[in-house]
């Protein structure tokens, strides 16, 4: 059974960077037929796809964050990672990792962790 | 960006009867390549994640049980819980893959027991 965990500090300042990195187990990253996205949820709120990363490096970003967002794959680890740049309080929300099934829906997603961004 | 749009917002509905939730894509989700309308349904219930009920607009996820199905085409969708049971409860998303990899969300619809 495919797992997907978040990891990373949960209280951030503002103008910092949140990183966040997603351990998959149970399956291959390197399989080629999923993208490997980061989603998030602002508290009360609905959902906001962030970007996807193939397990060759391919990117794709939100074009209202793509100025901000960086998505890497560790596929040694079994891993990919997040980091969004110069945050502020708007970017606090339960960061989701998932797996998007190459055709487009998500089948698997982690728990999800919170990110808070306060002084 | 696809704008998908959810109604109602919120829902209530008596135990064993039908619900009804609506989503309404502002273009078209049907691609000619496939004849297939781009479009899944998620529940996600407090303090978890979203889970997959339904993709292509109308097939059900293994697992999935059959009270809950898709309908659809173009534009506008529907998911139907045919006989609501107390576990339903939850907050139940639509999303478009039109366009991949980029996925748009609609708002959610909160669901209810009456």
């Known amino acids: 059974q495919l797992q997907l965990q978040e990891s990373g500090p949960g209280l951030v300042k503002p103008s910092e960077t949140l990183s966040l990195i997603c351990t998959v187990s149970?399956?291959?990253?390197?399989?080629?037929?999923?993208?490997w996205s980061w989603i998030r949820q602002p508290p009360g709120m609905g959902l906001e796809w962030i970007g996807s990363?193939?397990?060759?490096?391919?990117?794709y970003y939100n074009p209202s964050l793509q100025s901000r967002v960086t998505i890497s794959v560790d596929t040694s680890k079994n891993q990919f990672s997040l980091k969004l740049s110069s945050v502020t309080a708007a970017d606090t929300a339960v960061y989701y990792c998932?797996?998007?099934?190459?055709?487009?829906?998500?089948?698997?997603w982690g728990q999800g962790t919170l990110g808070t961004v306060s002084s | 960006d696809i704008v998908m749009t959810q109604s109602p917002d919120s829902l209530a509905v008596s135990l064993g009867e039908r619900a009804t939730i609506n989503c309404k894509s502002s273009q078209s989700v049907l691609h000619s390549s496939n004849n297939k309308n781009h479009l899944a349904w998620y529940q996600q219930k407090p303090g978890q994640p979203p889970k997959l009920l339904i993709y292509?607009?109308?097939t059900r996820e293994s697992g999935v049980p059959d009270r809950f199905s898709g309908s659809g085409s173009g534009t506008d969708f529907t998911l139907t819980i045919s006989s609501l049971q107390a576990e339903d409860v939850a907050v139940y998303y639509c999303q478009q893959y039109y366009t991949p990899p980029r996925i748009t969300f609609g708002q959610g619809t909160r669901l209810e027991i009456k």
């Open positions: 990363i193939f397990y060759s490096g391919s990117t």
């Open positions: 292509w607009a109308s």
């Open positions: 998932a797996r998007r099934v190459f055709s487009g829906w998500i089948d698997y």
């Open positions: 149970g399956g291959s990253i390197s399989s080629g037929s999923f993208y």
